[in-house]
């Protein structure tokens, strides 16, 4: 493996690579060693100016007369072209973000069959039809809700691209999105991809650049009409406020905290393991990371104890090497955030049964930690996004609802337990997206994926999405013979 590390990344603007209107080139290095890793151009206000107008400009033309079977056969295309360049994006990727390669391939694999679902999805947008009575007969049309501004975060910048731009292309839509600015590489290689398999120009345009200049701007723009929003609650509640003036469309995929159930008359053999996986995949900076592991009494102290032994067995280490099962976080500077929720965990009584120390050495990497907490204290009720789990003690049923439930967040939830009845109550009173019952997995293409309370609204993945990008048209006929005079006159 070896991707050049002296190449400049454009922005990939009208089917283009260009440079940015203000000349803004930034040195990306990867987190994990400290090494450079490619020069990257940050766009500014003219260079989203430019993107929308080239959105814009391919709706009202080639992109815009496109077929349904030729944006399936595009989007074919395009994930044929992600897999025969498998190795080249799961290198960049893995080197920009730090992130275990072989999480990355599993990443990429997930990326290609997405954009293969939407290719076949496109076969069921249709209105339907219906008499209304008399001579009125109505039909509905689906068309695309126009141009979507897309804006995602670094923790999976290519697989996060890939569930907001597999759907809106589907639908017809044209699109500008925004890559996190420490990790455009593969959203670049993405768009040029597009345009190698034969996209028409301005169908998808990709601009990285600093959230509240660029992104905002990118919110704010009146030649945009829906914003595609991942990312934090907080920058998720911005979005809101910046998209009401003119009004878009938005739909936001924000933050979680993520509870873990394990009953005591669980399969330990895969609770354990799994729940282990379910934090600290991805170095735990996942929005459906199962950050809050709660366990029936009687179990509580087998689990925690061999957890802790599992924490420690995890392979940490070079994001590139195959054996490695988690890399680094994706800078020091998130390090110290993570390990400021440790600190004033263990300050508020918390007690760190694993890890959360800072190692020594080169490169942004944190221990696989597990911390015993209370649920009320704040590093079981905000998102530490790093490879941190708080676990808690229930009593029953009853009370592992309630503190399931206990937090602002509604993203996922895992249940593990020998009873399949009460997988499937649980599953009913948990207020969350998504329940997975005695498995960890968490998205597959066609399944919808999205939040409750403050993780968000609207659903990524599924036909749910591809609804997102639809607006309805409903067109009422006469087909009547007599003359239509309402008013009698
Ligand atoms: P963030 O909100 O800081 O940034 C996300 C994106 O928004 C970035 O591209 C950033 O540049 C941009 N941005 C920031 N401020 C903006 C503004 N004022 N206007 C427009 N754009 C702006 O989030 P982050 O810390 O980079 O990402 C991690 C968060 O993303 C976590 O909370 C995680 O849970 C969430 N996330 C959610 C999902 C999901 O599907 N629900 C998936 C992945 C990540």
């Known amino acids: 493996m070896a991707i050049a590390t002296d190449r400049e990344y454009g922005l990939f603007i009208g089917g283009e ?34 993107a929308v107008e080239a959105a814009r400009g391919a709706l009202d033309g080639d992109w815009g007369k496109t077929s349904g079977t030729e944006r399936s056969r595009l989007l074919h295309a395009l994930a044929d072209a992600i897999a025969s360049n498998r190795a080249e994006l799961a290198e960049l990727e893995s080197r ?32 339907r039809a219906n008499p209304i009575g008399g ?21 999976y910048p290519l697989m996060m691209a890939t569930w907001k731009l597999a759907p809106a292309l589907a639908a017809g839509c044209s699109v500008v999105l925004k890559p996190d600015p420490q990790t455009p590489l593969t959203a670049i290689r993405l768009g040029e991809l597009a345009a190698e398999v034969g996209f028409p120009a301005g169908a998808l345009n990709v601009v990285p650049g600093d959230g509240p200049t660029t992104g905002a701007y ?54 354990i393991p799994s ?53 680094s976080l994706i800078s020091t500077g998130h390090r110290e955030r993570v390990h400021g929720f440790v600190e004033r965990g263990t300050g508020e009584g918390a007690e760190v049964v694993a890890g959360g120390a800072v190692p020594e050495g080169a490169g942004a990497f944190y221990p696989p930690t597990v911390v015993a907490a209370s649920n009320e204290l704040e590093i079981a009720q905000e998102e530490v996004f790093g490879p941190v789990v708080a676990v808690t003690a229930f009593e029953d049923e009853k ?48 399944i919808p994926f999205g939040g409750y309370k403050q993780s968000g609204f609207g659903r990524e993945l599924g036909l749910e999405s591809l609804e997102l990008y639809l607006e309805t048209k409903s067109v009422v006929v006469s087909t009547g013979l007599r003359p239509i005079n309402p008013f009698g006159l």
């Open 17 to 50: 690579l260009t440079e940015p209107a203000a000349g803004e080139v930034r040195e990306l290095t990867e987190p994990a060693t400290g090494a450079l890793l490619a020069r990257a151009a940050m766009a500014g206000e003219a260079d989203v100016d430019r």
């Open 96 to 127: 920009n973000v730090g992130k275990a390669i072989s999480s990355v391939k599993a990443e990429l694999h997930q990326a290609v069959e997405n954009f293969r679902y939407y290719a076949s999805a496109i076969a069921t947008i249709g209105g």
């Open 135 to 155: 001579s009125l007969l109505f039909y509905s049309l689906k068309e695309p809700v126009g141009v979507a501004g897309q804006i995602v975060p670094w923790n």
């Open 218 to 271: 990118l919110v704010r723009h009146p030649g945009v009409d829906k914003i595609a929003f991942t990312g934090s609650t907080k920058t998720g509640g911005e979005i809101m406020r910046l998209a009401s003036d003119p009004v878009k469309r938005i739909t936001l995929e924000l933050g979680g905290k993520s509870p873990n159930l394990i009953f005591a008359d669980a399969d330990l053999a895969s609770a």
């Open 275 to 327: 729940s282990a996986w379910a934090i600290y995949y991805s170095a735990g900076q996942s929005c459906e990371a199962r950050s809050r592991l709660l366990v029936e009494k009687p179990i509580y102290d087998e689990v925690v104890s061999k957890l802790a032994e599992l924490a420690g067995a995890i392979r940490v280490g070079d994001p590139l090497d195959k054996e490695t099962q988690m890399g």
């Open 399 to 446: 009370d592992a609802i309630r503190i399931a439930n206990d937090v602002r967040y509604g993203l996922m939830a895992t249940v593990w337990t020998g009873d399949p009845a009460r997988g499937h109550r649980i599953a009913a009173r948990i207020k969350s997206g998504t329940v997975g019952i005695n498995m960890p997995y968490t998205a597959f293409p066609g």
